[in-house]
């Protein structure tokens, strides 16, 4: 059964740091595109960095986040990661990763959410001061 599970998430003041890891089961994480989304309670999903299955590992990421998000992958490890510097108040969200295996690139799995088969449930990032 394919799976994905996200860990990392806390309590953070603001300008501080944090990396979320996402770990697949079930599945051959290096055929994937993958993406990090946030989501706060009555706002829509948004798709904050994304990587597609391409060997350049094409990445996009939403105006909000450029600077300070970056995604990547351990394809031996099955593990997705976000690094996220310089938190702001608004980055407090769930933080979920997703997975699909497609051929599309990274800034429609982003804006669209095209092609992704697997989501995880979500880990808390909370900035406060």
């Known amino acids: 059964q394919a799976q994905l599970v996200e860990s990392g998430g806390g309590l953070v003041q603001p300008g501080g740091s944090l990396k979320l890891s996402c770990v697949a089961s079930g599945f051959t994480l290096d055929r994937y595109a993958i993406g990090w989304f946030r989501q706060v309670p009555g706002k829509e999903r948004e798709g904050v960095a994304c990587m597609d299955s391409s060997r350049d590992s094409n990445q996009y990421y939403a105006d909000s986040v450029k600077g300070r998000f970056t995604v990547s992958r351990d394809n031996a490890a099955s593990t997705i990661y976000l690094q996220i510097n310089n938190l702001k108040p608004n980055d407090t969200a769930v933080y979920h990763c997703?997975?699909?295996?497609?051929?599309?690139?990274?800034?429609?799995?982003?804006?669209?959410?095209?092609?992704?088969?697997?989501w995880g449930s979500g880990t808390t990032v909370a900035v406060f001061s």
């Open positions: 997703a997975a699909g295996r497609t051929i599309t690139t990274a800034q429609r799995v982003c804006q669209w959410e095209f092609g992704i088969d697997y």
